[in-house]
């Protein structure tokens, strides 16, 4: 068996085990193995699916982070989910949340130093940020208020809207900033999820984390929005294989050279 299939299988395997070592210790139920099973089968086949498009033949070091940091989520899932019939073990949450978060600057820093960098291992890591930034929310909105649900929801219903609006698909040039956002939604949800704060200034906190998240997802959407007449004009012309002239000034105010234009048009959404 190629290792394009065996990663991800690994992968479920050792989510099982997590499953079970927790059902062993603070105990799990239906809901939790149901969550958790769904979650580590899931991950297997996009996993799989994602390697077999992109014709990698095995997991790079990066890749295998996070895939280490994918099963935790796993466990928190599950966590998640058996917090709906009995009180969850909070400490434990946080603790597999926290570590989580904290292989998310390893595995970057993985990919950089070994030059295993790919669009693959950019989309893996943000699909387990986002799905992780969910499930917290969805663990805290009781006690909070539903409204936190926009804050996990907020990254899904970017790319839905791509999949109505033309002029929404496309990569997004890299910014920094979108990165520190990101990262800061995973901690401030995980300082609520383990009472560090009193009620009310965990409200006043999560509402200014949405705030930067709002201000992040408008800007890009305001680029895709100004520069989709370029993007679409450039896309046709390496369809046709006409050469367009490097842009080296601004697109609608923005500066963007020809060949990184070019690519954007043509990939779909990578909100990374």
């Given at each position: 068996m190629s290792t394009v299939r065996t990663g991800p299988v690994i992968g479920l395997l050792v989510q099982i085990g997590l499953l079970a070592v927790l059902a062993q210790t603070v105990g799990l139920g239906p809901a939790g193995w149901a969550a958790g099973l769904a979650y580590g089968?899931?991950?297997?086949?996009?996993?799989?699916?994602?390697?077999?498009?992109?014709?990698?033949?095995?997991?790079?070091p990066a890749d295998q982070v996070t895939l280490s940091r994918a099963i935790l989520v796993g466990g928190v899932t599950a966590l998640a989910a058996e917090s709906l019939?009995?009180?969850?073990?909070v400490a434990l949450m946080v603790v597999l949340t926290s570590v989580a978060l904290a292989l998310d600057a390893v595995d970057g820093y993985t990919a950089r130093r070994t030059g295993t960098s790919s669009e693959l291992g950019a989309r893996f890591d943000m699909e387990?940020?986002?799905?992780?930034?969910?499930?917290?929310?969805?663990?805290?909105?009781?006690?909070?208020?539903?409204?936190?649900?926009a804050i996990g929801a907020m990254r899904y219903v970017f790319v839905a809207a791509s999949w109505v609006l033309g002029w929404m698909r496309g990569s997004l040039p890299p910014r920094y900033w979108r990165k520190v956002v990101a990262a800061i939604q995973g901690v401030v949800l995980t300082v609520a999820m383990g009472g560090a704060l009193p009620g009310p200034l965990t409200t006043v906190v999560l509402v200014v984390s949405l705030a930067l998240l709002v201000e992040s997802f408008g800007r890009d959407v305001a680029w895709l929005w100004t520069t989709r007449h370029l993007r679409r004009a450039l896309a046709?012309?390496?369809?046709?294989g006409r050469r367009t002239p490097v842009v080296h000034g601004t697109a609608d105010g923005l500066p963007w050279p020809e060949h990184r234009t070019v690519a954007v048009a043509r990939r779909g959404i990578a909100r990374v």
């Open positions: 089968v899931a991950l297997c086949a996009l996993l799989s699916r994602g390697m077999s498009r992109s014709g990698a033949d095995d997991l790079s019939t009995r009180p969850a073990p387990i940020d986002s799905f992780l930034v969910l499930v917290l929310c969805m663990y805290v909105a009781p006690s909070v208020g539903g409204w936190v649900l046709h012309d390496a369809a046709e």
